[in-house]
């Protein structure tokens, strides 16, 4: 672990994050809501195959010893993907049931913090259905049931041990503090569900957006309007 920088300023970007999470929450409850109620976009076995992956994975999480291995597998290789994002090396991969490491040559808060965030068996599971697509469109189209399963469960497998490992001391979240790391690792996975859910409902992306904004003007203004009344009682200078 590399030593806290910034912490006052990565303090200040965590409570920043708040509101910003808080209405993220409220957009999407507002979509999961719209999903319930109305005809799904997505043809039905679409959506039930999602369903159905995320449930069998929790099936498997609560009824079968736990694939940390294969946990941290994705752990090391989404830090390792991320610095050659960002232009670094990396090496020395080691993988266990206790935990694993891998070394790299550059790092900043989206290498430390991407596991968290990245599902990486999901983007694994997508990349390959894309470039099948993309080869073979008409073979593979009809297995699109079957990628949407596997999207459900390996997104699942992502929160499911995400949760899991956040509920203990992570050297990676300390590293950038607490408060800026878990608002940030919300913020981002409840923003990739709440694409999916969008995605999936008769709501278009334009309409999330304005009830988003929509959110954070009350919250703006809830802010201003206690701050008004907080001057009324503190006494003059």
Known sequence: MTPRRYPFLKFLAGLLL????AAL???CGESLRILAQAPARLPFLHVAATVAGAAVWLLVWFLLPPFTRT??????????????LFGGRPSHLRVAASGGSVRVSKTNVWVTLAPYFFPFYTVLVLLLWFLLLLLFPDAVRPWAPLALFLVGLTWCFHLTFTLRFLGVRQPDVVEHGRLFSYALIYT????????AFVAASTWTFPEAARDYLSHLRAFAQAAYTFKEWLLTRLPPL
């Open 71 to 84: 946990y941290v597998l994705g752990h090391e290789l989404t830090h390792a993907l991320w610095t050659l």
């Open 18 to 21: 708040l509101p910003l999470a």
């Open 25 to 27: 929450t409220l957009t």
């Open 188 to 195: 981002l996975n409840l923003l990739a569900l709440t694409a």
